[in-house]
């Protein structure tokens, strides 16, 4: 479980944590503190925080913060695989809290609770239409209880359904029998205005197993996040000493990120003004990001590297608006413009001090294989290649795929020797099929 520094600045210690489980509602302070509580003891895997956590979940206090401590405390369980909860988090599902519901029946899962009379609740859940029963759906796939296919279908024809319901019933249809007739209907949902429900989408091509709908996940307007993980889990059966040329390219696509390849629906989007379309790239919302991208590849690269450079204090504290940053520099390095300063900033976004995953990474370290041609042989990507200093798998691959523009050379050796032993089947994949070809 990955806490970030924030996380770490506003947590108990474990001391203080089960001290504030075992106060009585009445003589807490700030009663916010029960959540905050738990939270910390995710740091403490041992044995008396499972007690305490689990004598909170199994508390009858009704207090609205004592709730919302208790749907992370079985959250937390999960992940400690302490399944001597299960009975309890099983009990939880005829709580009166949709949302201790919703957290209790994903623990469950995760825990791969096995006691039927638990199980078999869930088909209780599919008829509570104020519950989230698309997360009910997502655990019953997860059981592999085909048995409920007949409620799904139920759902399925109920009117005026949510696309997210609906989608997690076509994913879940899909997934148990290999077909539906409506399966077409999740390439509409990734197009939907709302990114959450994009986000919901992913998560039902994921979940219908269908690898066909991946070309339609690319051009979505979504974090490379996203679709990263539905390439992983979606051709998680290609075997690590082979490699398949459409996969490897796919994700070649989804690094580089070309905002032409993404398709896009009109916002009404009015104002074209530099500033403006730059202060989209701090949107939360990608189809913003990337609608202005595309408008700001009409201003001509020296404006544009101005106004990027006198935005840049800005971007550096928000990590989306890193991503699209480095993203433009990138494709101006690409097409052989000069940027002054630009060995810094992209070494900011490489530097050991963030977090392997951060999706600005990767085209960092892009933007450096047409800055600089042999800057493979640069130390901080030489440990960028090592998955003992860098789990993200993503890097790994980036540094290949840098290797592969800046041209294949053999004083590279070094890399590809750890590439071909790599745990990741796409690291290896990729290594191979530069090799030899």
């Known amino acids: 479980m990955k806490i970030s520094p924030f996380d770490l600045a506003n947590t108990f210690s474990k001391e203080k944590s089960l001290e504030i489980l075992r106060t009585p509602y009445s ?5 916010s503190d029960y959540y905050k509580a738990v939270s910390s003891l995710s740091r403490y895997s041992c044995i008396e925080t499972k007690k305490a956590l689990l004598e909170l979940v199994e508390s009858g206090d009704t207090y609205l913060e004592i709730r919302i401590a208790q749907r992370k405390a079985v959250e937390v369980l999960a992940d400690f695989n302490y399944k001597q909860a299960i009975p309890a988090i099983g009990r939880c599902l005829k709580s009166n809290d949709n949302y201790l519901i919703e957290s209790s029946a994903l623990a469950l899962l995760k825990l791969k609770c096995n006691d039927l009379d638990i199980i078999n609740y869930l088909s209780v859940l599919l008829d509570k239409k104020d519950c989230n029963r698309r997360i009910i759906i997502k655990v019953i796939l997860g059981f592999g ?20 319901l609906r ?36 998560q039902d091509v994921i979940d ?5 709908l991946m ?25 690590q000493e082979k490699y398949d040329v459409k996969i490897l ?19 009404g989007q009015k104002s074209y003004e530099i500033q403006f379309l730059i202060d989209q790239l701090f949107n939360t919302d990608f189809m913003r ?7 700001l590849k009409k201003v001509p690269k020296e404006i544009l590297v101005r106004n990027l450079d006198l935005s840049w204090h800005r971007a550096k504290n928000d990590y989306g608006a890193i991503y699209f940053f480095i993203n433009i520099y990138r494709n101006l390095l690409e097409e052989g ?15 050991s001090r963030w977090p392997d995953y951060m999706k600005f990474r990767a085209p960092a370290i892009l933007s450096l294989a047409y800055l600089y041609p042999g800057i493979v042989k640069n130390k901080i990507l030489d440990k960028l290649t090592n998955q003992f200093s860098s789990d993200f798998w993503v890097n790994r691959y980036a540094v290949l795929q840098s290797i592969q523009i800046a041209g294949y050379k053999k004083q590279y050796k070094n890399i590809f020797d750890k590439a071909l032993g790599d745990s990741h089947r796409f690291v290896k994949g990729k290594a191979r099929y530069i090799l030899f070809n």
């Open 27 to 31: 003589n807490i302070e700030f009663k």
């Open 145 to 164: 209880l085909k048995e409920q296919l007949g409620k799904i279908r139920s759902i399925l024809m109920e009117k005026d359904l949510s696309p997210s």
């Open 167 to 202: 989608g997690a019933c076509i994913a879940a249809i899909y997934r148990f029998t290999g077909s539906c007739n409506q399966i077409s209907e999740l390439k509409t949902f990734l197009q939907q205005d709302n990114q959450n429900a994009r986000h919901c989408a992913v």
């Open 208 to 212: 219908s197993d269908n690898n066909l």
């Open 215 to 239: 070309p339609n996940v690319i051009r979505a307007p979504l974090s490379p996040a996203f679709k990263l993980k539905a390439i992983d889990k979606l051709f998680r059966s290609n075997p």
């Open 249 to 267: 390219n796919m994700i070649d696509s989804v690094i580089i990120d070309d905002s032409e390849n993404i398709e896009l629906i009109d916002t």
């Open 289 to 295: 990001c990337y609608l202005a991208i595309r408008n």
């Open 337 to 351: 413009y000069s940027i002054k300063g630009i060995e810094d900033k992209l070494l900011f976004a490489l530097d």
